[in-house]
């Protein structure tokens, strides 16, 4: 008992202390902060009664201030924004609207009331100083604690080099500790030395930028190699221009290998959709022998399932699209087992009339949602989490939105094989897909199968919908759009065949990838469209025709 008490003590005094060190630190930095503050404010107010042959060594005191408001200050300074009251001498932010000045003081950002031009003077400037401060503006991102921060501002550095900035980055690169960081700043001051070194800087230059895929190593190097003579050229020269050949054409290399794999990346993504499109349709023909011309407004209906969530849950974006899947698979799974048992039930085995029969459903739903809704488009807001890309490096990225689309399919395609190959829904569906009578002779509720075939097919379009209110409007005619593509998808695979819809889906949205750069998007469909006709010809049942009884 005494030790368990020992113990007790023991954590509960090292939970004090630690609270007592964590509370002083607070209290430290609170102070700390304020003592910034305070000393920022001293030296802002200073600003409207130094003379101009004293704003330097001031500007320099403001710059050395570890403030949030130290860059606002030297930015609004360098701008020509910073103002100050004549009356009371405030320094403010103002900005010209109509005949007056909008005004903000720049320590508390209060908006304070518009003033005539003459209520108001410039803090005094010149280009000398507004060189200076430049430099110190440089210098305060290119030490800031965030990353991204810090290449941003290296990056600007290498697009619009300035001397101030260059100085920078020589100073801070041997204490930058970040990978990344560092080795753009590398690159920045290469490609300094690219410009503006000699000949045998320049060639050094060049052999380190060889493998670098920045734009504008690649953009100066074209530049000094279309600046060189095309005849009668030094030794030099000649040197010069047959490295600098080299290596633009080793980065022209490296950048098309990029582009097959960025073009590769957009197919795959456009095939995903194709697939959340098609999956559906495919096991619905597949084992109804149905043609549904409404599969693509159950599509539609699941981006307006999408729509209506973020309206109705509007402080919810970022989760509104894992709500709405479970919430479009429902809306329009449970439409379609209503079109199943109201309409599709009566026409088995009259394929003509079925699509008729569909094609105005699809017609009816368009008309319903039209008056709902009205036949404008809507935005659907997509959440912080799927925006934004994934860079790799300087000329290829991967954006989120069409990543996770790619994960998201093939997700909801492994999950549909698995239902179809190990639950017994998935037996009976096979079982009534190769033989409806002798699955019935079996006791298997053929109607019943049919009507949750038809029910699963249309939630996954649902899906599909979800996918597409990321990557276009959602529309009345939403649905159209894909429905044909659906039925290329189908029929190229294999109907019934769920891993034939995949490569299908797959190769259809590649091709379309690779032909719309060269051919354009039109002429690219009309050459798959044709490709597709040629190739049913010689076989008729698709990449993966169904075997055995299932093909009888």
């Not at 003081?105 to 507004?130: A, F, H």
């Not at 690649?218 to 530049?223: C, Y």
């Not at 693509?296 to 209506?308: C, F, I, Q, R, S």
């Not at 709405?324 to 449970?334: C, M, Q, Y």
Request: with cysteine.
């Amino acid at each position: 008992m005494k030790r368990i008490f020992a113990v007790l003590f023991s954590v509960i005094f090292s939970c004090i202390i630690s609270w007592q060190t964590f509370a002083n630190t607070q209290d430290m930095s609170t102070v700390e902060s304020a003592h910034t503050d305070s000393t920022l404010s001293q030296l802002v107010n200073q600003l409207p009664t130094t003379k101009l042959n004293k704003m330097s060594p001031l500007v320099e005191k403001i710059a050395i201030t570890r403030d949030n408001k130290t860059r606002d200050v030297l930015k609004a300074m360098m701008e020509g924004d910073l103002y100050y009251l004549k009356a009371d001498k405030t320094v403010v932010i103002a900005v010209k609207e109509d005949s007056l000045y909008t005004i903000t003081n720049i320590l508390t950002t209060e908006v304070l009331v518009p003033v005539k031009k003459s209520k108001i003077r410039k803090v005094k400037t010149n280009n000398r100083l507004r060189g200076d401060i430049r430099s110190f503006i440089a210098k305060i991102d290119l030490t800031d604690q965030n990353k991204a921060v810090r290449i941003q501002a290296v990056k600007q550095l290498l697009d619009n080099p300035s001397e101030s900035g260059l100085a920078a980055v020589q100073s801070l690169i041997t204490t930058e500790k970040d990978d990344d960081v560092r080795e753009l700043m590398n690159i920045t001051l290469l490609l300094n030395q690219l410009k503006t070194g000699n000949h045998n800087q320049i060639m050094a230059a060049i052999t380190q930028l060889e493998d670098t895929l920045e734009p504008s190593v690649n953009n100066t190097m074209v530049k000094m190699l279309a600046a060189l003579p095309a005849n009668n050229k030094t030794p030099e020269q000649k040197a010069l221009a047959a490295s600098l050949t080299k290596v633009i054409s080793s980065i022209e290399d490296k950048r098309s290998f990029f582009g097959i794999i960025e073009n590769i990346f957009f197919g795959l993504s456009l095939g995903s959709v194709l697939l959340l499109a098609a999956i559906g349709l495919t096991i619905t023909f597949g084992v109804m022998g149905v043609i549904n011309m409404a599969h693509g407004e159950m599509m539609m209906l699941g981006a307006y399932t999408t729509y209506v969530i973020q309206l109705a849950f509007p402080n919810l974006i970022e989760y509104s699209l894992l709500m709405a899947v479970p919430a479009a698979f429902l809306v329009s799974g449970f439409v379609g087992i209503i079109i199943e048992r109201g309409v599709i039930r009566y026409l088995k085995g009259r394929p003509l009339e079925t699509l008729l029969a569909t094609f105005g459903i699809s017609l009816i739903l368009q008309q319903l949602v039209r008056t709902i809704f009205s036949p404008l488009n809507r935005q659907v807001q997509a959440p912080e989490w799927m925006t934004g890309s994934w860079v790799i490096n300087p000329v290829f990225s991967l954006t989120y939105n069409r990543l996770y689309i790619i994960i998201f399919s093939l997700m909801v395609f492994f999950t549909l094989l698995l239902i179809l190959k190990k639950s017994s829904l998935g037996l009976h569906v096979r079982a009534v897909s190769q033989n409806r009578d002798m699955a019935r002779a079996l006791s298997i509720k053929s109607d019943r199968v049919d009507a949750i075939t038809f029910g699963l097919g249309s939630g996954i379009a649902g899906v599909a919908g979800v996918v597409l209110s990321q990557l276009t409007n959602v529309g009345p005619n939403l649905g159209q759009a894909y429905i044909i593509d659906s039925f290329l998808v189908v029929v190229f695979g294999g109907v019934g065949n769920l891993w034939g819809t995949l490569v299908a889906a797959m190769s259809l949205g590649s091709i379309n990838k690779f032909l719309e750069p060269v051919v354009g998007s039109v002429l690219a469909n009309i050459i798959v469209l044709v490709g597709l006709v040629l190739f049913i010809q010689k076989r008729p049942k698709g990449l993966f025709p169904q075997k055995g009884r299932a093909a009888d």
